[in-house]
């Protein structure tokens, strides 16, 4: 069964630590994407990623940082430099240049105590 | 500042009749635009998507419809369901390729 796993489904951590939040798909797909929902809000993109060992910057990167090391990771993280960091974290993949359609993971919950 | 708005937090529908989910925006540079539907605490799912150089895309129950002179497009599910009941995303991706724009979304509440 092809598709997007993040894990956990809930984390919580101490205020000043650092958090990493796992993403992997297997649905071969060239892009990653790591977005943020807090409610009443959309999804605001963290960071991309188009291609193995590259990735951009989207409109909410301060405090987070990415890597992607292999075609099938792209793990985020939740840096103590993040302000607010309480949220729901979605991961998604795409084709890339030659799909639109974006599949996301079933998310995770981090709650910064 | 927004590029994709819903202006709609909330719609209530009857069993069988339509619903119709609003979405606005701003770039005209946008190539694609995608609804999605998401439950609490889950991963949105792909529902419908339309090109910018169409103005009807039909599937099943769902219609999206693009009015690209006005920026504004709409889905349409026709009947209503209750398992239809779900937050509703609107999604543009920029010409590049490498971006997708959301919506704040609006609830949707089907009512048997």
């Known amino acids: 069964d092809g598709g997007i796993t993040q894990s956990p489904k809930y984390l919580f951590r101490k205020e000043g630590q650092n958090v990493t939040l796992s993403c992997e798909q297997n649905l071969n797909h060239d892009a990653m994407y790591w977005y943020r929902q807090d409610p009443g809000q959309g999804l605001r993109l963290i960071y991309y990623s188009q291609i193995v060992n590259d990735f951009q910057k989207g409109d909410i990167a301060e405090g987070y940082s990415v890597s992607r090391e292999k075609k099938e990771s792209f793990p985020l993280t939740v840096t103590s430099a993040q302000k607010n960091p309480t949220a729901f974290y979605l991961c998604?993949?795409?084709?890339?240049?030659?799909?639109?359609?974006?599949?996301f993971g079933p998310g995770t919950r981090l709650t910064v105590l | 500042d927004q590029q994709v708005k819903q202006n709609s937090p909330s719609l209530s529908v009857q069993e069988g009749r339509i619903s119709i989910l609003n979405c606005d925006y701003t770039n005209s540079m946008f190539d694609y635009f995608l609804w999605y539907k998401k439950y609490p605490a889950e991963g949105p799912t792909f529902l419908i998507s339309?090109?910018?150089?169409?103005d009807k895309n039909e599937d099943g129950r769902f219609t999206v419809f693009l009015n690209k002179s006005a920026k504004h497009l709409s889905l349409h599910i026709v009947p209503s369901q209750p398992g239809d009941s779900a937050v509703y995303f609107c999604a543009a991706r920029d010409y590049t390729g490498n971006q997708f724009y959301f919506g704040t979304g609006t609830s949707l509440t089907v009512i048997p």
């Open positions: 998604a993949s795409s084709r890339g240049s030659g799909g639109h359609e974006q599949f």
């Open positions: 339309i090109s910018s150089i169409k």
